[in-house]
């Protein structure tokens, strides 16, 4: 094995990623902004759809009906 002991065998990649990171800082840390902004958006809308699913089932409940007999 190229005279190389598998256990000191260095992964070849590992000295490119360390230099792209420092190259491409700036590109990285924008694509983690977006990933988390669009993450927080997405939270947002599940938070507006459990609130109105909320309101409209105790809406129902008010009227005296059963939303799992509903949904049967």
Partial sequence: MLDKDMITLDNPKKKYFERYAKENKDQINANARMRRMKQKEKLEKYDE???THNKLVS??????????????
Avoid: P
């Fill in 49 to 51: 759809l459990l609130a």
């Fill in 59 to 72: 809406n129902l409940r008010q009227r005296g009906m059963n939303v799992e007999e509903l949904l049967q």
